[in-house]
């Protein structure tokens, strides 16, 4: 099994909602990511667990709150959007080797999320 | 932190023809450098990737060099396809996180 299942596939919702992206996997990877894209651009990090612990956070709006709950489960909780918010959510995890979190990223399909 | 160039944005080719993608990267401590397709409303996918300790990797019509000294590698793809129309992102990775290109839009026109 090397899929990353992220659900939902589409969300649409008001800034004043809240609402959690799910990404899922069952590779033993103990490295899980958010990554954010915009249209026409390149996937931008957002966040880092390793071993269910958070290790890297690159500014991003206490909106977003993620959640590792176990080493095969990665949320992503959103309060108050704003419309610039509106972008594909990617969830990606990969091994943690010998040198460290160096090694295939297997991505997920994405939530594509729009912020009315 | 690790900054990643990508050139160019946008490449035409004809069915047939090479392709060449570049990237440098800021970060001496990178040592992975994964090179992903995505198409248009799907996932980034690995096509080929490379470790520090090599300077070159092939994977049929697929090729991939990396220079440390200079911090550039580059993606090769030769015998191009229409399918092989996607965007193109190389990626630098280090310890804890990887970084992507800008990406680069490639067609192949029959």
């Known amino acids: 099994d090397t899929e990353v299942t992220q659900t939902p596939k589409h969300l649409v919702m008001g800034m004043t909602n809240k609402k959690s992206l799910k990404c899922e996997q069952h590779m033993g990877h103990r490295a899980m990511y958010w990554y954010k894209q915009k249209a026409k651009k390149p996937p931008e990090l957002m966040f880092v667990?390793?071993?269910?612990?958070?290790?890297i956070n690159e500014s991003v709006p206490s909106r977003f709150s993620p959640e590792c709950p176990n080493s095969s489960l990665l949320n992503l909780h959103l309060h108050a959007l704003q419309p610039e918010d509106s972008a594909l959510y990617l969830c990606?995890?990969?091994?943690?080797?010998?040198?460290?979190?160096?090694?295939?990223?297997?991505f997920g399909q994405g939530t594509r999320l729009t912020v009315v | 932190g690790e900054n990643v160039e990508q050139h160019p944005s946008t490449l035409s080719v004809q069915e047939g023809d090479s392709a060449v993608i570049k990237c440098t990267y800021s970060?001496?401590?990178?040592?992975?450098f994964p090179w992903y397709k995505q198409e248009l409303g799907k996932r980034p996918q690995l096509i080929i990737d490379i470790r520090s300790n090599v300077g070159e990797k092939k994977d049929q019509r697929i090729a991939v060099t990396l220079n440390k000294t200079a911090k550039h590698f580059s993606l090769h793809i030769t015998e191009t396809q229409p399918e092989d129309s996607a965007v193109y992102f190389c990626a630098a990775s280090s310890l804890e996180y990887m970084r992507f290109g800008a990406g680069t839009r490639l067609t192949v026109k029959p």
């Open positions: 667990y390793s071993y269910e612990k958070l290790s």
């Open positions: 990606a995890s990969s091994q943690v080797g010998p040198g460290g979190m160096n090694t295939e990223a297997f």
């Open positions: 970060d001496s401590a990178s040592n992975y």
